[in-house]
């Protein structure tokens, strides 16, 4: 895991990030919607639980990539 985490690049990483977080960028991110969603409990189907991670998944490869440096 920590080899995998080595080789993505900070900078693909941060724009993934930005980019799937704010895509799309009108009417509303579907992150800060579906986050709503789950705040809410509406977030039941599956589409909208697998969008959630699909736009959350490059935030938590940077949050895995920062755990696992100080390793």
Same mark, same amino acid.
Request: glycine share 4%; no cysteine.
């Given at each position: 895991? @920590?080899?995998?985490?080595?080789? %993505?690049?900070?900078?693909? $990483? *941060?724009?993934?990030?930005?980019? %799937?977080?704010?895509?799309?960028? @009108? ?7 579906? $986050?709503?969603?789950?705040?809410? /409990?509406? $977030?039941?189907?599956? *589409? ?10 490059? +935030? +938590? $490869? *940077?949050? +895995?990539?920062? +755990?696992?440096? /100080?390793?």
């Amino acid at each position: 895991m @920590r080899e995998f985490l080595n080789r %993505l690049d900070w900078a693909v $990483l *941060i724009i993934a990030a930005v980019l %799937l977080g704010l895509a799309p960028f @009108r009417p509303e991110p579907h992150l800060v919607e579906k $986050l709503r969603m789950l705040a809410h /409990g509406t $977030l039941r189907r599956p *589409i909208d639980i697998l969008d959630l991670l699909f736009h959350l998944s490059p +935030l +938590l $490869l *940077i949050a +895995l990539k920062l +755990l696992y440096r /100080g390793k």
